[in-house]
C-alpha cells in the first residue's frame, strides 16, 4: 500500500483509539468500585443503548472480514456462517434473554449455582467460559494481525505480530481502567461506525453494478473461477461425506452456540429489568440482522470487483477482502477515493476488533474473579478485592491471547470464531438449558455437563485438521489427526447434553425442590432479581 494509505489509516485507528481511551479514562474517574458497577455497568443502561452494544459485541472481526472473506472464496457456503450467526439469536431471544437475567447476577455461573453446591459448579462454569473467551479473542487478534499487514503492505510477521501486542495492551487497558461502562460506550461507539460503514460500502457495491443483484451474482461467479459452482451448496462443504458432516456440525454449533457465549450472556445483566433485557435483544436482531444482509452484498461484491484469486493472494484465508473492495470501489490503488474509502474500512474494521476484545476480556476475567477465585478461596471475598482480581486476570488472559493470536495468525478468523461457538454450545448451553428447565438436575449433572461437552470439543479439534496433518494446519510438519470434521460440534455439543443426564441420573443427591420452585418463580416473574 502507498505511504498515502498507510497514513491516513493510522490517523483514523489514533483518533478511535484516542476517543476510546478518553471515554475510559472518563469512565475511571467516576466508578466506585463496586463489584456491580465493574461487571454491569450499575445496571444503568437502556434497552436502546444495550441493543447497540450488544450488536457490537457480536459484529465483530469475524463477521465483518471473516464472513465476507469466506463468501468471497467459497460463495454460498461461505453465506452459511452469517445464516447461522443470525438465526442463533432467536434462540437467545426466545429461550435464555430474560431468564438469565433474572436468574443470575453477573456470570452464567451465578444462574448454574443459584440451585446447586456453589463451589464445584462456578468452577467448573468459570472454566469452561474462560476458554471460550480466549478461543474468541484469538480470532481478533488474527483479524488485527491481517489487517495491519495489509496496511502496511508487508507479508511478513513483524506487522502482524506488533499488532497483536498492541490490541492486547489496549483491551486490557480498557477493562482494568473501564469496566463495564466503558467497555459498552465503546461497544456503541464502534457498532455506530460499523454499520455506517457497511451501508456506504454496500451501497457503491450496489451502484456499480446498477442495483442488478443478478449481474453481481453472475460476475462473481464468473471471477470466482468456479462458474455457477460458486452459486450453489458444495464448494466447500460438498464434496465428501465428510465435508457435508462438517457443515452441519458447524451449524449446529453457530445455532446453539451464541446463547452460551459469556460476553453475550453478560451483556443481559446491564438493564435493570428482564423486560429491558428482552427489549435489547429485539434492538440487537434488528441491527445485527441488517447487518449480515450486507455482508453477503460485500461478500459477492469482493469477488466480483476483486476478483477471488486476488483475494485468496493477499490473504489465504479471505481476510482481506472488504479492504481490498473498499480500495477498488474508491477509485483503484494510487487514487484519492480509493486511499479514502480503504482507510476508513480498514479503521472501522480496526475499531471493531478493540471493542470486541474488550468485551471478551471483560466478560472472562469476571469469570476468573467471580467464580474461580471466589471458589477457590471458599468464601465469597469483598467486592473490592474481587474487582482488583478481575483486573489482574483481565492481564492474564490478555497475555494468553497475545501468544494464541500469533500461532493462528494464518487461520480465517470466521473459521476460529467457530470453534468457539462450538465450545460454548458443547459446554455452557447444556448446563444453563438442564438448571432452568429440569426439576431434577443435579450439582454431578451440572458439572459433567460443562466438562462433558468441554474436553470433547477441545480434544477434538487438538485431534483434527486444524490443529495437524495438512498444509493449512496450525502445525503443518506433523500429524496426529484422527479426527475427520474441522468442527466438533455434531459431537462434543449432544456428549454434553448426555453427560449432564448422566450425572443427573447416577447421583445420590436429592435435588431441592424449593431452590427450583424460586428459581423457576424468579426467572419466569423476575420477583427477587437483583
Known sequence: MTGDHQILALLLFSGF????LGITTWVSRRRHGSAEEFYAGGRL???MENGFAIAGDYMSAASFLGISGLIALYGYDGLLYGVGFLVAWLVVLFLVAELVRNCGRFTLADVVAARMSERPVRIAAGTSSVMVSVLYLVAQMVGAGSLVALLLGRSGGAAQAWTVIGVGALMV?????????ATTWIQIVKAVLLLSGTVVLTVLVLLRFHGDVDRLLLTAAERSGHGRAFLAPGLKYGGDWNARFDFISLGLALVLGTAGL???LSRFYTVPTARAARRSVVWSIGLIGSFYLMTIVLGFGAAAVVGTQAVRGSNAAGNTAVPLLALDLGGGAGSTGGTVLFAVVAAVAFATILAVVAGITLASSASVAHDLYASLRRRRGKPRSEVAVARCAAVGIGVVAIGLGLLARDLNVAFLVGLAFAVAASANLPVLLYSLFWRGFTTRGAVWAVYGGLLPAVGLVLLSPVVSGSPESLFPGVDFQYFPLENPGIVSIPLGFLAGWLGTVTSDEVPDEAKYAET?????????AV
Open 173 to 181: 487497558i480498557y477493562v482494568s481502567l473501564g469496566g463495564m461502562r
Open 17 to 20: 483509539v484516542a476517543v476510546t
Open 45 to 47: 443502561f437502556s434497552p
Open 520 to 528: 423457576e418463580v424468579r426467572s419466569l416473574t423476575g420477583a427477587g
Open 262 to 264: 459469556p460476553h453475550i
